[in-house]
């Protein structure tokens, strides 16, 4: 029966169909409603999110107020507030590293963009609120440093490596003031001096990841975003044996070519068992700023129906755009999420991520804590 009035438990049984984005439970169960009001004319709720799930805030915040209104359309106020709700990370493998996602970058096929793409999904996500670091993996070619415009060599404190920092800003603070973060960032372009090459052999490649990953002082994070090196498992082989890695994310380009490769990378993801989050689609299409016409230079739609046909989820597409490169070049890939050009791409690929990291937790649902209801 539709009580004319609401009340609590009413409200609590629309809450109950609501799961949280991180975890994939009901955010009642995990103790993230922090309380309910409810009379004729008011409906507030308070529904407490984690960092992680910071990119989400907003749909989230109106996928419930939507509940509601459908609900209880009588009622003329629903306001859903959303707070921080703190569930540390658990230790991941025998490095213990203390993070919730850890997010391989990577591609079959060089030069596709991985390293812009993985620095856009970190910045992205660090921008939004959580906490996020960045490990460059290419252990040959590291590029991470050069696209961030960090330099520097890692301190050494309490025998840990101190990661180099990129500062960030959140995009919605919380208060009125602006909070700044930074992004812990580790790579070998740190350690070894530029231009210097590195001729190693597979069991030194594993312990330099190794050792960037255990040693590196990271802190506790949400995210830990991986730029995969191009072509070969060997990285792949050796993070799906020291971490449980939360999955892939494989970034291709639209030509047969470069789809061949990805799917040859999905293949082998799924040979050491690291699940396939999701494809990105770069390079998809150009459209010169003066005329608005789209050139399809390198064909159409290709990562979309591949994705569709290995049935992994496709996460979007990012256009070929003059200032990615340039950004790049300059060290401010953070750039791109300033021009309007590109920013709303690389936010879809980071909410779609996010959206379906849900399914991928619920494998190790993390403990929940008390309600506080
Ligand atoms: N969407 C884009 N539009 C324009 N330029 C791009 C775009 N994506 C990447 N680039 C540029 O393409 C070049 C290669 O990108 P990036 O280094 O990210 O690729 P990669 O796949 O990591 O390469 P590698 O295989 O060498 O690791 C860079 O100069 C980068 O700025
Ligand atoms: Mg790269």
């Known amino acids: 029966m539709t009580p004319s009035v609401p009340d609590q438990q009413s409200v609590a049984a629309v809450l109950a169909a609501v799961a949280d984005p991180e975890t994939g439970r009901p955010l009642a169960e995990m103790g993230q409603v922090q309380s309910i009001a409810a009379t004729a004319n008011a409906i507030r709720v308070s ?3 984690c960092s992680h799930s910071a990119i989400l805030k907003q749909s989230t915040r109106g996928r419930i107020e939507e509940l509601l209104r459908t609900r209880f359309p009588q009622v003329p106020v629903v306001d859903v507030e959303i707070v921080e709700h703190i569930r540390p990370p658990a230790k991941l493998g025998q490095i213990g590293l203390e993070a919730k996602s850890v997010i391989a970058v990577g591609s079959g096929k060089g030069g596709v963009g991985k390293s812009t793409i993985a620095a856009c999904i970190a910045l992205g996500l660090a921008r939004a609120g959580s906490c996020v670091g960045l490990l460059d993996a290419d252990v040959y070619g590291p590029s991470i440093p050069h696209l961030l415009g960090l330099t520097g060599r890692p301190e050494i404190e309490n025998g840990k490596l101190q990661p180099m920092r990129y500062p960030t800003v959140l995009l919605e603070p919380a208060t009125q003031t602006t909070v700044a973060h930074s992004m812990p960032v580790m790579s070998m372009g740190f350690l070894i001096p530029a231009g210097e090459a590195v001729v190693w052999r597979g069991p030194m490649l594993h312990g330099a990841i190794t050792q960037m990953l255990r040693d590196t002082a990271w802190g506790q994070l949400d995210y830990l ?58 390079m998809s299409f150009f459209m010169p700023p003066d005329s608005g016409k789209r050139y399809d230079i390198f064909g159409s739609g290709g990562a979309k129906r591949t994705a ?52 991928a937790h619920a494998a190790r649902p993390p403990m929940p804590s008390l309600p506080v209801l």
């Open 47 to 49: 529904v407490g999110l």
């Open 225 to 282: 975003i991986i730029d995969m090196p191009p072509g070969t498992g060997d990285i792949a082989l050796t993070l799906s044996q020291v971490l449980p890695l939360t999955g892939a994310v494989v970034v291709c380009t639209p030509q047969d070519v470069a789809l061949l490769d990805a799917t040859k990378a999905i293949a082998m993801f799924r040979k050491v068992n690291i699940p396939i989050l999701g494809m990105v689609e770069n």
């Open 308 to 359: 569709a046909e290995l049935e992994i989820p496709f996460l979007g597409e990012v256009p070929i755009q003059i200032p990615i490169r340039e950004h790049g070049d300059a060290g401010r890939t953070a750039d791109n999420y300033i021009d309007p050009a590109s920013r709303p791409y690389l936010e879809t690929i980071c909410e779609r991520l996010v959206g379906n990291l849900a399914a």
